[in-house]
């Protein structure tokens, strides 16, 4: 889950023409109820789309302000809409709950290019291809790590330096891989 981001999806999908299948970190918990329910969820929102606007369960509404883009450290540039609680709401108690601690108006922050590939991507895992694909992958690849830090009690290498690393590494592999040929000819005899 921590190779799905933005970046990553659109060099998949862009550069190499493949369909991701990778999910992204809040993918497992936007399958919850209690996250599809959550009130302060901005996709349980209503939003209008002729003005513009969401409207929070508790009737705050949240007007476009303007766009914004962030580059990370990395030079990848993600665009934003920004929405910001309106000034006036209906009532006197809808207007403080517009604001912050500090008086400031509350804002959120909508990217609508990440919207859009958790959804690609939640269709893609939901297929059934997707979803044999992605099971063949977990059984594959992650039973590694599960058993090197349950069995084998490994939590972080104790060396520094790539090479340091690459050889501690690789004699915990090589004891793993000791370990499954001890157990299977221990089976045959």
Do not use: C
Not at 22 to 38: A, F, H, V
Not at 142 to 147: A, D, I
Request: proline share 4%; glycine share 6%; hydrophobic share 30%.
């Amino acid at each position: 889950a921590g190779y799905g981001s933005e970046e990553n999806y659109v060099f998949i999908i862009d550069e190499l023409e493949k369909t991701p299948l990778i999910p992204y970190g809040m993918y497992q918990k936007e399958l919850t109820r209690k996250y599809k329910n959550s009130p302060t969820n901005p996709s349980n929102w209503d939003y209008l789309e002729e003005t513009d606007q969401f409207i929070k369960p508790d009737g705050v509404v949240y007007s476009f302000k303007n766009y914004s883009r962030r580059t990370d450290k990395y030079g990848f540039k993600r665009d934003f809409k920004i929405y910001e609680a309106d000034n006036i709401q209906d009532t006197e108690e809808l207007e403080k709950l517009a604001k912050t601690e500090t008086g400031r108006q509350k804002q959120i922050h909508y990217n609508p290019t990440w919207n859009y590939f958790k959804e690609l991507i939640k269709e893609e895992l939901h297929s059934e291809e997707g979803s044999r694909i992605y099971a063949k992958r977990k059984i594959d690849v992650e039973p590694v790590f599960g058993r090197l830090k349950s069995v084998f009690g490994v939590r972080r290498v104790h060396v520094r330096g790539n090479q340091a690393v690459q050889t501690e590494v690789g004699f915990l592999f090589m004891s793993m891989n000791l370990t499954k040929l001890a157990k299977n000819l221990g089976s045959k005899t």
